[in-house]
């Protein structure tokens, strides 16, 4: 059997969806927090005005 050799191309691919899926976590995460002191902030004025 002959070993084929990956591709350099392939290789360029699967490193640039592999940055984009890792950025994509720490944006996520961002966002999560952003999120959750939005919430935080609405609850807390819900309970000032009760």
């Known amino acids: 059997m ?9 290789v360029l691919m699967m490193m640039f969806v592999g940055g ?3 950025s994509g976590c720490n944006t996520i ?3 999560g927090k952003d999120i959750e002191k939005a919430g935080q ?3 807390d004025a819900a309970e000032r005005h009760d």
Request: hydrophobic share 50%; aromatic share 0%; net charge positive.
């Open 20 to 22: 984009v899926v890792l």
């Open 2 to 10: 002959k070993k084929r050799m990956i591709s350099p191309v392939i």
């Open 29 to 31: 995460e961002g966002a």
């Open 41 to 43: 902030k609405i609850e």
